[in-house]
């Protein structure tokens, strides 16, 4: 009996982890940490600052080479680094589903199966969104409008070439180191190689303005070239555009719609993030494997003092899940409208 038990579990654990990778891409290019068992609910990432620059500011320096001269018999002063630490906290999820004996013994549908698939599902898209959350608040903001605008609220325009090379060259300025390895997106834990360049995350809604882009190349026209996943649209210039329908805008949280021909709610345009990334710009605890996602499973008919009947049943998992910015500056989120059609 302990054997069949620890098989089902085995099993159920493999069949959650397999429909929570289907609903996730933003995860594939962060930075993967292991938290070992028993030992905290934080963790530091550790880099040091650069010469010349400091921890609020570690992407922009000065050195010259006129400060590094020396004098024949003297020893120049001894320099110091500096840690920079970016500290980030597990928290737990769970999702739980409950089936009675009547459901087990008398639907016609299999509830088990189908909340074990509805499980998986729906933890991928909480380790999504936990993920997203922290993506799109980052600081280092950009708008599109019709004239220089400055806030969500005045958001007025679509995805423009111009707009996207200011985001390039925000990401250029703060040495953001283009991407070349990008996580496996399946059960196992490892990366493989791609051709380097940034990464734009957005909602689908945004697919038709991206191919507008003069020069775009969709993936269908890649030849040999290793799409990123198969949610990736495409490539223009440097930056590499990866969609997905579960990255929601803000609704009605630009400018008023008037004539912009963009797709808004209500009265004014809905605001998409457009995530932009370099190598190492953000973190996720490593979340891969039979261990990352534990099940929850308390057969229907297993009988005790709270359930005399076995009359109840819980299918269910959880799992711990931290995120965080790395670096502000390897991370850039463009708000800007959608055509409406």
Partial sequence: MYDQISSRLGKMAGEIIGHAMATEVLSIAASQKDMPKNKSDTIVYRSWVPYGGTVSAPNTWSVTAESHLTQEGVTPPADSIVPRDVTIKLNQYMALYAITDKDFDLHD?????????????????VREMALYGQMKAATNKFYSGITTVTTRTT???????????????????????????ILSPSQAYGTSS????????????????????????????????????????????????????ELYPYLDAGAAVGTTGLKANSTNVDVYPFIFISKDAYAQIKLRG????????????????NDPGGQRGYIGAKFWHGSGIL?????AVLEAGVTDL
């Fill in 155 to 181: 958001v007025d325009a679509g995805v423009t070439e111009k707009a996207v090379s200011n985001v390039v060259r925000s990401l250029q300025a703060n040495h953001g180191v283009k991407i070349t390895k």
């Fill in 109 to 125: 549908d299999d509830i088990p199966a189908a909340m074990k698939e509805q499980t998986g599902e729906r933890m991928g898209l």
């Fill in 327 to 331: 670096n502000p500056g390897w991370i």
């Fill in 290 to 305: 039979q261990n990352a996602i534990e099940p929850i499973y308390v057969p229907v008919k297993q009988q005790d003092k």
């Fill in 194 to 245: 791609v051709e380097a360049s940034y990464i734009c995350f957005v909602h689908t809604d945004a697919e038709y303005d991206i191919r507008r882009l003069t020069g775009f190349t969709p993936v269908a026209d890649y030849g040999s070239r290793q799409p990123i996943c198969p949610e990736e649209l495409g490539t223009w210039q440097n930056v590499r555009f990866i969609t997905s329908a």
